[in-house]
Every structure is written in structure tokens, then in C-alpha cells.
């Protein structure tokens, strides 16, 4: 059985905002039967200020769409539109106290179901750029399609490559195989065969940075995401910088947070876009960095 | 026990009679059988006591026929990779669109290798069109694996037929029976099975035993390669604990075999007719005249089968579902898509499995309690209107990217 928090739980068997509203001006359908999770969002909004005076859901769907959906009402209500559009999907699953990475497409549901529903308001036309594979990489929530066209954009030929661009088999790496046959299928597109061995593409080099500029720049990039983690009773720390590899250590409410792996994916991809290069970012306790280096 | 567990086809409680029986082999008689004094010897000869009673259960003509495994899954893939390594010129392999996936990753895995593999198509109702397979069969067909109950819906195939026009063929004939061991009265010796699997746990043994069912004469290459236990068939120290444990089930379930039949199914039939009685938009998948007496599949629709099972587990109830959810995976039950269901039906897909432990009491429970269920999530479908679906559902509500 799943995993689900507690909020969760409690939005699944008590729903918010469950079925028809009347009087609803934007209506937002968006989800896919085949895959067994849809929804229906229906808002009331007042044309002068543009607020949400209302929020209704139908879904059909698991526990976790339902959660989602009771969620994603009761955060929207009272807002303005363009408030509301600011909701993304992690703050829906946050709202939830996290969700499983099998299940943080239904965030992205609630989140696409309410573009639909204001486009519909505003009488502008929504069309969704979803498109959504197998999970293949369980621990950071990365499916096929995503891989298939990280491949094809980048013209990866290695697993290493694979888990650089998006991160998928960087943890447990039970997905190798997989990943494999998907480099296989895309590779073959391009007419090249896949060779396991292969060495991943040159990773980027750092752009002239100095040692110091560099760790000033990571300095940087964590300082602009603490005020974030800092509201949500959390902080981070730079323990060291070892070539490709950053070590931080995960404070306050941050630390053993469930949803500490999808933060620091988001801050590693902040870093890389800052320095230009593929980095790792690993989480550690203060002290355990001099203590590891006593058995090198 | 508390809780209502109609879930026997994922796993059975192992009877406590069977617990019993095997005590003694963890601590008191801890040999090794393949040892020559004493310790091992009692060990050993358990073992062959244990290898009579599962004979008995699957009427097999020599007790040399049974190799203890360490799971149903274990026992398929020995059976295939078996026959194809046997039988080098032959590069075909004929199963079905229904097969658990012990058999249908394996399948397709031998796909890469460049094996030729013919999945035959069900109807509605989860049958085989038996012509289909007739004209598939020939001599480039290594091996045929078909399995003799679903695990979803319960629904029979003719195994007992279809070996007999493998053989015709030359062909070798495996049958995954592991839903239907314990249930279904067996007389392998009769029969041209050349491979049978079966999984301790599903007939109230514990998990990590098997048995493989090896017709005598039939030309077998081990999978585990090694020492000379199980006849030098299945190398590695024998799980003497849970070999004798499922010596005792079996015994045990020959004894229950017409109480399966006769009670249980009745529990079963009561269980079905009263759920659908109450709950409209509702209906039996597979084939209800000839299914597993312990089976019952009903499809809800317009509403996610996980969404009910969660729900169904806040009464104490123990089910489970064929929708994409309940395991993670973008599509619902590959069985229900075989034989045709619409997604809306497919994913709100629930497997009622009962067993000989189950009551007249949890069967009227559960009656009492699921139409509530339904009803409440049907509430909040964007499918359904009041007391019934949405007038022309489809187009009620047709999501973007559906």
C-alpha cells in the first residue's frame, strides 16, 4: 500500500469542495482515462476583481487525485487568478505534506486543471504540452518520455549521461537496465548502436572560475533559496565543494523532510545552470565529512 | 485475526496446523538432509513425506516428479528456460495476452534473444479461441504456457485440451496452475502436462516455496546448477522448514477440496449476486461458468479502483483492484484490457478472493458495506449525475489528453 501522509488521507476520506458548483464560470477537464486519474474543476469567479469565490472538484481517479484536487480548492479559494496560476504543483503536493513520486503526476493534474479552468474563464484556448511515460527512475519521479527526449535533445549515448541530464538512475540504480533499453530504442533512431563503457559526453568545463568564484557562486545560488527553506522552518549549509561534488548538509525542519530529495534536486539544477556544468549535490550531516575522509 | 481478508488470491494465512507441522524443523530437527547421520536423515526423510502429499494433491504418477522450488515464479522460468534449452532448433514459444507477469516478462525478455513469441487473444468473457492456437502450433513451437486459472478473474482455460494438441505437435506444455492448486481437482497422471507450477503460499503454506511438476521422461535442464538436491534438478540446501509445511498443506487442502467447491462457492455466488443486487452500473468480468470457486471480479464503473480499495481498508476490508494505480503503472490490468473492458470499467475493477477460512458474517459485512463505498465515490465522478451516470457519459466528460 502507498505511502500517504496522513493530509493526504485526511483530504481522500473528508474531500473539500467535492461535486457540481452551480453557477461556475471556468471549468477546467483535464486528465487521461487510460492512465485512470481525471478532474474537473469548476470555479466561481467574480468578474470585477477577478477573485475565486468558489472551487468545486469532480474526480475520477486514486486516493492521492482526490487528495490533490480537495487540496488544490481549498488553496485557490479566495485568491485572484493570477495568484492562483501562481500554485505550482510541489506547492500542491506540500499542502499534502508530500506525495509519492509515483504519484506527483496528480499535483501536476490539480495544477494543469486549473490553467484549463482560467483559460476557460477567460474564454482563451488551454492546450496542455503533457505528455507522460512509464516511471522508470523511482527515486527522483523520472518517466520514459522524459528520458526518450532528454536522449534525442542532447544526443546521450550513456547511462552516466542519462542520469547528468536528468537525474534518473542517480540513486539506487535499479533502473540502469532500463534506462539501457530506452538509450537502445532512441539510439537506434539516430542509427547508432548503444555500447555499454561508453564514457559520458565531456561534461561542460567550468567557465575560467577560479576556485573561490566558484564556491562563491554556489554560495550565491544557496543563499537566494534560503529564505525559502527558512519559511518552511528549514535551512541549508555548505559543507565542501569536491570537484564535481557539493556537499550540504540539510537543517531545521529540512532535515529527514520527506520531500528533501525533490528540494535539493531543485537547488542542484539551480547550481548547474549557474555554473554551467554538471554537479552533484549530497546531502550529509555536519561533522560526517571529516569523519568519511579518515578512511580514504 | 481481525479485518475481513478477501484477498486469498494475492496470499493465504498459512493454517496453523501447518505452522505446527513445521516448528520442529527449525529447531529440534535442524539437519541437513543431504548429511549422513542421523540429523539429516529424519530431515530427509520429512522431505519425502512432504513430497508424497504434494504428489497426492496433484496426482502425479511418481513422487520423483515433484522438485521443490522457491516460488511459482522460480518454477515458470526454470519450466521455460527449460524447454528452450532442450530443445535448441525450436525458437517459439505460445502463451497468452493473460499470463501473470512471471511469465510475460520472462517472454519478453526471450523476445530480445530472439525468440518468437505468439500471445493468444481472449473474448470478453477471458476465453481462448482454441483454432487460433491450433494453427499456431508446429514444429518450430518449443513450448506452450498457458496458465489453468486466471489470478484476476478465476476464469478457466482448457489446459487439460491444449496439452494434449501440444504434445500431437511435439511440442513441450507448461501450465502456470498456482490459483488453481488446492481448488481444482488434479489427475496429472492423466493428462499430457508436461510442467506444472505451483506457489506454497497461495494454498496456505508459507511464502518462498514452490513446486515444479516434471512429468517423467520429459527433457529438462536445471536453472539452478550446483549440488545434487532434488535430484541434482534444483540445486541449493532444501527449505526443509517450508517443504514440509507444504507437505502439510496439501494434505490439508485435499481434505477442504470439496468444501472449496461446494461451500466456499456458495459464499462466493451470495457475496456477487448481493453486491450486484445493490450497486447499479456494476457487472462480473472473466467467465462466470467456468471460473475458481473462490473468485469473484466485479467491475464498478465510473469510478478508480484504488480510490475503493483505500476505502474498502478503512472497514477492515481486504481487497484488490486491476487499476493502473494499484501498482504503479500507467495502464489498468493487462488482463482486463484483453478481454476488452473500457478504462472506465478497467481501472474501478475489484477482486473479491475468498477462502475456506472465510464466513457467512464477513460475506453479509461486506454486502452491507459496498454499495456505501461506490456510492460516495461515484459522488464525486465527474461521470455521474445524481442516482445514475451523466446522460451520454463519454461526452459528459471528455478531459483534454484522454
Redesign the interface.
Known sequence: ?WDYSDKV?EH??Q?RN??VLEGANGVG????????????LMLKVEPETDIILDAH???????S??ASSSALTEMIKGKTLDEALKVSNQDIADYLDGLPP??MHCSVMGR?ALQ?AVANYRGEE???D??????VCKCFAIDAVMIEDTIRANDLSSVQDVTNYTKAGGGCSSCHEGIEEILVKVMAERGESFKPGTPSKEEAKPAGMTNLQRIRKIEAVLESVRPQLKRDGGDIELLDVDGKTIYVSMTGACAGCQMEALTLQGIQQKLMEELKEFIKIVPTKAGALSRASCHV | MTGIYFDNNATTRVDPAVVEAMLPYFTEQFGNPSSMHSFGNKVGLAIKKARMQVQELLGAEHDSEIIFTSCGTESDSTAILSALKAQPERKEIITTTVEHPAILTLCAWLEKDGYKVHYLKVDGKGRLDLDEYKKLLGDQTAVVSVMWANNETGTFFPVVEMAELANAAGAMFHTDAVQAVGKVPLNLKDTKIDMLSVSGHKLHAPKGVGVLYLKRGVRFRPLLRGGHQERGRRAGTENTTSIVGLGKAAEMAMEAMAFENTEVARLRDKLEAGILAKVPRSFVTGNPDDRLPNTSNIAFEFIEGEAILLLLNKFGIAASSGSACTSGSLEPSHVMRAMGIPYTAAHGTVRFSLSRYSTEAEVDRVIAVVPEIIAQLRKLSPYWDGDGPAAEPEKAFAPTYA
Do not use: N, Y
Not at chain 1, 477537464?29 to 474537473?40: E, K, M, P
Not at chain 1, 472538484?57 to 486516493?63: A, K, N, P, R, V
Not at chain 1, 503533457?130 to 516511471?135: C, I, M
Open positions: 500500500m488521507k481522500f476520506f474531500p467535492a461535486g477537464d483535464v486528465g487521461s482515462i487510460s492512465c485512470g486519474d481525471a478532474l474537473r472538484f469532480q474526480t475520477f481517479g486514486c486516493g487525485a482526490i509515483e504519484k494543469e484549463a488551454w492546450s496542455d503533457h505528455e507522460e511515460g512509464a516511471l
